[in-house]
């Protein structure tokens, strides 16, 4: 077994208004490569591990272009295939002050998302490998792909692969068919060992309604207590919690429960002058999975998956190109001044 971590997920395209602009204000879009596993995969990279991406991309010049950013950001794109079929988007206007931002998809009818479930060769794509990555987005794209994450789960499962995954619900792609997300998000995490899941996430697989009087992190004690019990597998549960009060400024802490009933708790972190926060989910379940796999305790995997989240909102794109010496500078409280 090697420290080979495979994200699998399907790669899309972000069509950005430039700067604080609606879209189409101007008759300009900015691009950038995307999409919440390949963000894991290129921030693990960018930490040194042997991160893999698998899935399917459109036979085209888009889909190449998208293979060909993820590695040159040090991911390995041998187990992605070329099929017939659209590239996935989504566009997005940059919110300011009390203006929120807005994501608009259209991957309907992807060449991931039309790809058949039984076109995967699990055993083969997980060999050396140590952790699968997933996350809800993928089953919330179709059957084809909903099939396609529970059996490499089951797959990983079976060839003794650890599988982390991220809960990432998104109520507008699960509207765009009858997929039952309860139910199927409920099959993935009987697989799972490590969660990225707030209470909201697990209120919904569990179908429980969660006790709004209490504090954030009662509610999500008491969640993470439920999800335990009804998933003999997980032994870890990590969340972010953000206060904002402003599209530009934010308070991001962070949370991991554990099996044996630790509870570890990151204050909030100041964020101010916010550049991008699209993807800090992400460089937060990739800095944790980095310090897990480098062997940090359960609060120092959460700190470090806390700064990585930080720094995200400070770098434009999807995914976090942060190296751990800028992780570990942030925690070590270095001075901002020009490196020179």
Same mark, same amino acid.
């Given at each position: 077994m090697t420290d080979r971590v495979l994200c699998f997920g399907e790669i899309l395209l972000?069509?950005? @208004?430039? &700067?604080?602009? !609606?879209? %189409? =204000?101007?008759p300009r879009l900015d691009v950038h490569v995307g999409g919440a596993e390949a963000?894991?995969?290129?921030? !693990?990279?960018?930490f040194g591990h042997a991160s893999a991406m698998a899935g399917v991309l459109? $036979?085209?010049? !888009?889909?190449? @272009?998208?293979r060909d950013a993820l590695r040159r950001h040090g991911v390995d794109t041998t187990a992605l295939r070329f099929d017939e079929g659209r590239m996935g988007l989504y566009f997005y206007t940059t919110g300011a002050g009390h203006r929120p931002s807005e994501v608009l998809y259209d991957r309907a009818g992807s060449a991931f998302a039309l790809a058949a479930a039984d076109t995967?060769?699990?055993?083969?794509?997980?060999?050396?490998? #140590?952790l699968l990555h997933l996350s809800g987005i993928t089953p919330a794209l179709g059957p084809a792909t909903a099939q396609a994450a529970l059996e490499a789960a089951r797959a990983a499962r079976a060839a003794g692969v650890l599988v982390s995954f991220d809960g990432n619900y998104r109520a507008k792609l699960w509207a765009a068919w009858d997929g039952d997300p309860r139910t199927r998000l409920h099959a993935l995490l009987l697989e799972t060992d490590l969660a990225f899941a707030d209470h909201r996430d697990i209120e919904l697989v569990l179908g429980i309604d969660g006790d709004a009087s209490l504090s954030a992190r009662d509610r999500f004690t008491a969640a /993470?207590? @439920?999800?335990? $019990?009804?998933?003999?597998? *997980?032994q870890r549960i990590a969340t972010t919690?953000?206060? =904002?009060?402003?599209?530009?400024?934010?308070? *991001?802490?962070?949370? *991991? $429960?554990?099996?044996?009933?630790? %509870?570890?708790?990151?204050?909030?972190?100041? *964020?101010? &002058?916010?550049?991008? #926060?699209?993807?800090? &989910?992400? /460089?937060?379940? $990739?800095g944790?999975?980095?310090?897990? !796999?480098?062997?940090?305790?359960?609060?120092?995997?959460?700190?470090?998956? =806390?700064? @990585?989240?930080? %720094?995200?909102?400070?770098?434009?794109?999807? /995914?976090?190109l942060a190296s751990a010496a800028d992780v570990m500078a942030l925690l070590n409280g270095e001075r901002l001044d020009v490196r020179r």
């Amino acid at each position: 077994m090697t420290d080979r971590v495979l994200c699998f997920g399907e790669i899309l395209l972000r069509l950005a @208004a430039p &700067g604080r602009e !609606l879209l %189409l =204000q101007t008759p300009r879009l900015d691009v950038h490569v995307g999409g919440a596993e390949a963000n894991v995969a290129v921030s !693990l990279a960018a930490f040194g591990h042997a991160s893999a991406m698998a899935g399917v991309l459109p $036979a085209n010049p !888009l889909g190449y @272009a998208a293979r060909d950013a993820l590695r040159r950001h040090g991911v390995d794109t041998t187990a992605l295939r070329f099929d017939e079929g659209r590239m996935g988007l989504y566009f997005y206007t940059t919110g300011a002050g009390h203006r929120p931002s807005e994501v608009l998809y259209d991957r309907a009818g992807s060449a991931f998302a039309l790809a058949a479930a039984d076109t995967y060769d699990w055993p083969a794509l997980l060999a050396d490998t #140590r952790l699968l990555h997933l996350s809800g987005i993928t089953p919330a794209l179709g059957p084809a792909t909903a099939q396609a994450a529970l059996e490499a789960a089951r797959a990983a499962r079976a060839a003794g692969v650890l599988v982390s995954f991220d809960g990432n619900y998104r109520a507008k792609l699960w509207a765009a068919w009858d997929g039952d997300p309860r139910t199927r998000l409920h099959a993935l995490l009987l697989e799972t060992d490590l969660a990225f899941a707030d209470h909201r996430d697990i209120e919904l697989v569990l179908g429980i309604d969660g006790d709004a009087s209490l504090s954030a992190r009662d509610r999500f004690t008491a969640a /993470a207590g @439920a999800a335990f $019990a009804a998933f003999p597998r *997980l032994q870890r549960i990590a969340t972010t919690t953000r206060a =904002q009060a402003s599209v530009d400024h934010h308070r *991001l802490g962070a949370m *991991l $429960a554990t099996r044996d009933g630790a %509870l570890h708790v990151r204050d909030g972190i100041e *964020l101010g &002058g916010i550049v991008d #926060r699209i993807g800090a &989910g992400d /460089a937060f379940a $990739a800095g944790v999975l980095h310090g897990l !796999l480098a062997g940090m305790d359960d609060a120092d995997s959460l700190a470090f998956g =806390q700064a @990585a989240a930080c %720094l995200k909102h400070y770098l434009p794109g999807d /995914a976090s190109l942060a190296s751990a010496a800028d992780v570990m500078a942030l925690l070590n409280g270095e001075r901002l001044d020009v490196r020179r």
